[in-house]
């Protein structure tokens, strides 16, 4: 498994088709990568580093971006309206933290991440079903 860094950093990231761009803080760096078995993450399939919420910015393309929620509507999960890529969400579990697709962070190889830890999200109960 690759080792990351906990260092603070702030990271680009962008769909596929560039409409979208975002700039995070990570406050735990790359070293915050996980992957989340809840019952949208199982299909979607990414894993997410963790930003916070309120140093997120869209740097570009707020227009072009969807949002989907359900349930309790407390997790909202970003995507390109134009080529569909998911970028990001702000978590049900703690809404002042988003997580940020690892695929669309600029210089990053997806493989590095294989081995990453996975979240129960399965089995998360805050106030309702995932």
């Excluded at 359900?70 to 998911?86: E, L, N, P």
Aim: proline share 5%.
């Amino acid at each position: 498994m690759t080792e990351f860094s906990t260092t603070p950093e702030t990271r680009l990231a962008r769909c596929h088709c560039g409409a979208v761009v975002i700039e995070a803080y990570l406050p735990e760096g790359l070293a915050s990568a996980r992957r989340c078995d809840c019952s949208l993450c199982r299909r979607r399939g990414p894993g997410a580093v963790t930003a916070l919420t309120a140093r997120l910015k869209v740097l570009q393309g707020e227009e072009a971006l969807g949002v989907y929620t359900w349930g309790t509507h407390t997790a909202r999960h970003y995507f390109c309206k134009t080529c569909g890529i998911y970028t990001h969400h702000q978590r049900r579990s703690d809404p002042a933290e988003c997580g940020v697709n690892i695929g669309c962070l600029d210089g990053i190889t997806p493989r590095d991440f294989a081995d990453i830890p996975w979240t129960d999200g399965i089995n998360y109960r805050l106030d309702g079903p995932n």
